[in-house]
């Protein structure tokens, strides 16, 4: 569709960053905090998670280049063991008193806090318990829930459950340290999360005055590669298994039908216990919030054992499956110098496609583009294609609007360079570069990018410029 004029973004339009407490923080091990399973991440040749940027020690400094920036809002993560060290039991004060410094912080400073609170970090206590396979998890996120609602739902009033579960459970391996889960227990694991989820939406209704609160998955349009129907059944497979399942579920609290066929087909339908679909009905979100990087393309499964193709996968890697969907290529497409495809249009397609199935307000609470930025001897990173990218996703996101999407805001990844989940400090993402490399923590100074002379400007004219 070609509208004549763009409808503008909206006045109170939530620009925002987006980054997350094991990525960011560092002090892994000080003030009290536990250990995450993220923790036991120490590849060789890549930054593992201990210092990361030293947030934890710029927290003032960082908060101070958001409202340079502009940002009208900025989303984080809570690490769970640094408020229950063992996940669960004993509350860290000085955990809590981090982050009340931080929201007062961004506070002071206009920038409204969104907190996503559990994002990949699981506490490692809870973890040698069975994690999320067990069920007594869903108690212990209930109870850090409240502990959150009561501590900072004073001053904070967008919430995120849990980051990207779809991710957890399609692309296990970095979240289940010492196991590989099989499908069945990851099914179980993945209706543990929609359990606990829906506590802590109804936990966050009933304590936090005006409290909104939403999932957080990585949703994306999955293309069939022809206008074969089989290719089309192919693509509404796996886009139903990968994206239809978590926001049914968040949404209207009850299990995709084709999912749940798939589920039984397999073999791996999750125990449900009574009590837990009424729960699941029950809580409604406020909000989508919504991980966009690139979407996928696919073709008619064969079934002949070639439909799986085990290959070095990150979250935005497809793999096909037998008899489902079959991993195919997109020509149309460039890609990052990461193998990630960049779709800006694609952005638009994932967003109509969600708020027709939902009609709820969306925010983006991640894009962006992973590259090797280089600090030139100007003392300057030239990150031009940063720009590009995010100019040509605004620009969607804006058509979107105009298509009658309710866009409330837009957080890309991310506001610093932080540990990025797979290819350490040489994939950066931030507006704000960190001086640091993989192994040589150097001296963790912050350097504005050209990006973010340019993200100020949009912000302060509420858009880009037609
Ligand atoms: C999302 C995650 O999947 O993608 C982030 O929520 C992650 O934690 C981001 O950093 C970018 O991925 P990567 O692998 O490049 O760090």
């Known amino acids: 569709m070609f509208y004549k004029n763009c409808k503008p973004f909206p006045n109170n339009f939530l620009w925002g960053a987006s980054t997350s407490a094991y990525q960011v923080e560092g002090a892994y091990d000080e003030d009290g905090k536990g250990l995450s399973i993220q923790d036991l991440h120490h590849p060789k040749d890549i930054a593992d998670f201990k210092v990361a940027s030293d947030h934890y020690h710029h927290m003032k400094e960082d908060v101070k280049l958001m409202a340079e920036l502009g940002l009208r809002a900025y989303r984080f993560s809570i690490s769970w063991v640094r408020i229950l060290p063992e996940g669960e039991g004993e509350v860290n004060e000085k955990g809590i008193a981090f982050y009340n410094e931080l929201i007062d912080e961004l506070i002071a400073h206009g920038i409204e806090p969104i907190v996503t609170m559990y994002h990949?970090?699981?506490?490692?206590?809870?973890?040698?318990?069975?994690?999320?396979?067990?069920?007594?998890?869903?108690?212990?996120?209930?109870?850090?829930?409240?502990?959150?609602?009561?501590?900072?739902?004073?001053?904070?009033?967008?919430?995120?459950?849990?980051?990207?579960?779809?991710?957890?459970?399609?692309?296990?391996?970095?979240?289940?340290?010492?196991?590989?889960?099989?499908?069945?227990?990851?099914?179980?694991?993945?209706?543990?999360?929609?359990?606990?989820?829906?506590?802590?939406?109804?936990?966050?209704?009933?304590?936090?005055?005006?409290?909104?609160?939403?999932?957080?998955?990585?949703?994306?349009?999955?293309?069939?590669?022809?206008?074969?129907?089989?290719?089309?059944?192919?693509?509404?497979?796996?886009?139903?298994?990968?994206?239809?399942?978590?926001?049914?579920?968040?949404?209207?609290?009850?299990?995709h039908s084709l999912v749940w066929s798939y589920l039984e087909e397999k073999g791996y339908t999750p125990k449900i216990e009574e009590g837990e679909m009424e729960i699941l009905a029950e809580a409604k979100p406020d909000f989508l919030g919504v991980n966009y990087y690139a979407t996928a393309t696919v073709a008619a499964a064969k079934n002949d054992g070639n439909d799986c193709q085990p290959r070095n996968g990150d979250q935005q890697v497809m793999i096909g499956e037998e008899g489902v969907y079959r991993a195919a290529q997109n020509d149309y497409l460039e890609i990052t110098e990461f193998g990630w495809m960049i779709d800006s249009i694609g952005l638009r397609v994932t967003l109509r496609r969600i708020y027709d199935r939902y009609h709820l307000p969306i925010l983006i609470t991640e894009n962006g583009l992973g590259a090797k930025d280089e600090l030139t001897s100007d003392g300057a990173i030239h990150d031009e294609y940063r720009i590009d990218y995010l100019t040509r996703h605004f620009h969607q996101a804006q058509l979107a609007i105009t298509d009658g999407v309710d866009l409330i805001g837009y957080c890309p990844w991310s506001f610093i360079d932080l540990v990025s989940t797979h290819q350490g400090y040489r994939k950066r993402y931030g507006f704000v570069y960190v001086e640091r490399d993989e192994k040589d923590l150097k001296r963790l100074k912050r350097i504005k990018k050209d990006s973010f002379y340019w993200y100020q400007n949009i912000i302060k004219q509420n858009g880009i410029e037609e």
């Open 120 to 255: 990949f970090d699981l506490p490692l206590a809870l973890h040698e318990k069975g994690g999320w396979n067990n069920r007594d998890t869903i108690k212990a996120f209930e109870v850090y829930a409240e502990i959150l609602f009561k501590s900072y739902g004073d001053r904070v009033k967008y919430w995120l459950t849990i980051n990207e579960q779809n991710v957890m459970i399609n692309h296990p391996n970095a979240m289940n340290p010492g196991k590989n889960p099989s499908k069945k227990e990851l099914y179980q694991q993945c209706h543990n999360m929609f359990v606990a989820s829906a506590k802590a939406i109804k936990l966050c209704h009933q304590l936090v005055p005006n409290g909104k609160i939403g999932p957080a998955p990585n949703i994306t349009a999955i293309y069939p590669e022809k206008c074969n129907p089989a290719d089309v059944i192919a693509s509404d497979n796996w886009e139903s298994l990968r994206c239809w399942l978590y926001l049914d579920m968040a949404v209207y609290g009850r299990y």
